[in-house]
């Protein structure tokens, strides 16, 4: 059984990759899953560094050494750590891990970026009101694929990386809780979708049109915006999706279509990004972890069940195929998605 670990950037305050690499397998783990750059500035609390015992993470900064010849065609540049400026983690821990024999993965969250979104909002998911998210990117935006497309091969072709995984792929974004109240699930559906004019135009060549889509999902979030807020509050626990959603999908067929072209054009994207990975590091494995609609949403602040896919080392395919959903991986608490197994396409691997 593989076993892994995380680290979120450059948190081993103290300790060289060396030591990192070490503890990990003391541990008992075979595996590190390293976050090149954190799509929102988490704050810690790290008890095993006194030191540093409370820490903020940066957003949207990279925790390696850019190429920026990698980037020439893509009009988003990254930004390196100022904590970690002097450092390139993913160098220094992808060789102390071949030295220890840990499998390294270098995780890359493709469709959220807190600092990058608010700097460039024409690469923000639009919301069926028209407001653009303040940590969202939407994935059929060519800037954004393009970017991430040039993230990967600059990292996959340059480090001695053994995986790669791809996070943040949403069918549905939205957190369980605003600031001003809680979504109940139909709404944090709904207001997940995005209507930009990239998802318009992707829609169009699939025969779904979009307007019609967002006056429909007007409707439905209407009805929950008119729901007094004591009792969405009141019936908060039971509010996961994992009754609510299947429901709303078959009463609502049009909301199903638009969840599966979701689905479609999020594989197409993983696809995408795949296939420079592949030509970077043919017998890389590949991870790619997918938000389901069920369940609580995932913000900057909530984590949240999130869906992984991961291919054997030299293979990749990854395609609708039927109305079920078969992961290879089920990341834990995702019991209750794992109920709407009937009604949402199935990720074929193999």
Known sequence: MDIWLTVFGPTTHGET?????????????????????????????QRRYPDKAI????????FYRPDPTAYRESSVKPERSLDA???????????????EGIAFSALVPMCAGERVVQARPDLAV?????????LFMCYN??????????????????????????????????????????????????????????CRAEARKR??????????????????????????????????????????MLEEPLIRRMLEFRFETAIDFTREIGKVARTARPKIVFQAAFVPPTHIGHDMTSPRAWLTVLTPAGKWRLK???????????????????MIRNSLPRCSIG
């Open 17 to 45: 990759a060396r030591q990192v690499a070490a503890g990990i397998r003391r541990a008992g783990a075979n595996g590190l899953i390293f976050f090149t750059s954190l799509y929102h500035g988490y704050r810690l609390i």
């Open 207 to 248: 025969g779904l049109d979009l307007s019609e889509v967002q006056a429909r999902a007007r409707e439905i979030a209407d009805r929950s915006v008119r729901m007094p807020p004591h009792i969405v509050a009141a019936l908060g626990d039971q509010l996961l999706g994992d009754t609510e959603i299947p429901l709303l």
């Open 141 to 198: 935006n060519p800037d954004v694929r393009a970017y991430r497309r040039a993230m990967v091969r600059d990292i996959v072709g340059r480090y001695d990386v053994d995986a790669l995984m791809l996070d943040k792929i949403p069918q549905t974004m939205l957190e369980q809780h605003a600031f001003s109240g809680m979504f109940d699930p139909p709404l944090r559906t709904v207001g997940s979708f995005c209507f930009c004019r990239h």
């Open 85 to 99: 400026a002097d450092t390139d983690c993913v160098a220094d821990l992808s060789r102390a891990c071949r030295a």
């Open 320 to 338: 609708p195929a039927g109305h079920s959903t078969k992961p290879a991986i089920i990341r834990p608490r995702l019991e209750r998605a794992c």
């Open 55 to 62: 820490y903020s993470l940066e957003a949207d900064r990279v």
């Open 126 to 134: 639009t919301n069926l009101y028209g407001s653009q998210d303040r």
